[in-house]
């Protein structure tokens, strides 16, 4: 598992307004892709767990990244990274791709359904 150390929070807003919260920091560990001490940004991340005293965090592309040390103006960061996931976890957040969707009609809501129910008895 690779380890990110001086780690900082970035937030980026999409051009559909959501929120997407990544990590920038240097990377350590076995991965070929990335040589030691190299400076990456993660994809969003999706969530994380907490293992003894290390915050690992997964990505919506699913990789884990064990946090080491946060960078040092970075007051509070884990405890900021679990507020801020949380606060993200609360609002809806789309699930459309438009690569991946095959949509081609949209079902009536229950309440359009009874609706029509209750003006076809009338």
């Known amino acids: 598992m690779n ?33 030691s001490s190299s400076h990456v940004r993660t994809s969003p991340i999706n969530g994380y767990s907490l293992d003894a005293n290390s915050m690992i965090v997964t990505t919506r592309r699913g990789s884990e990244y064990l946090l080491g040390k946060p960078d040092p103006r970075q007051a509070f960061a884990q405890q900021r990274l679990m507020r801020r996931l949380a606060l993200l976890a609360k609002s809806p957040q789309s699930t459309f791709n438009e690569l991946e969707s095959l949509v081609t009609g949209q079902p009536a809501s229950e309440t359009q359904e009874e609706e029509s129910e209750s003006v076809k008895s009338s």
């Open 3 to 35: 380890i990110l150390n001086n780690w900082k929070i970035v937030e980026l807003k999409t051009s559909e307004g959501e929120i997407l919260v990544c990590i920038e920091g240097r990377v350590y560990g076995s991965n070929p892709r990335f040589p």
